[in-house]
Nanobody, 124 residues
């Protein structure tokens, strides 16, 4: 069993920055991918960014490219999301997800494990 625990959400003004963390515990895998998704009120959960644990290949949604950076710490089984130049439309519940394999899928049904989410609110 895998547990994912997110932290680091909060309230920030537009143009500000926040950093999210997701710590994985329990059974972990060297050949897995970790990702961030987000869900705004009344909207579907959407892909934000992912990182392959082996090789560190990353992928981003177009809406966050050049503003968000995903990174990982193998020793701590932790993935980070540095969010800069935040916009009100970035307001959402941010979820950490993980799947075994080397392919990033942007649909939520292909991910094996999920955290409980951490709220990010960006005020205008």
């Amino acid at each position: 069993q895998v547990q994912l625990v997110e932290s680091g959400g909060g309230l920030v003004q537009a143009g500000g920055s926040l950093s999210l963390s997701c710590a994985a515990s329990g059974r972990t895998f060297s050949n897995w991918i970790m990702a961030w998704f987000r869900q705004a009120p009344g909207k579907e959960r959407e892909f934000v960014a992912s990182i392959r644990w082996s090789g560190r290949a990353t992928s981003y949604a177009d809406s966050v490219k050049e503003r968000f950076t995903i990174s990982g710490d193998n020793a701590k089984n932790t993935v980070f999301l540095q969010m800069n130049s935040l916009k009100p439309e970035d307001t959402a519940l941010y979820y950490c997800a993980a799947r075994v394999g080397i392919t990033t899928f942007r649909s939520t049904d292909r991910w094996d494990y999920w955290g409980q989410g951490t709220q990010v609110t960006v005020s205008s």
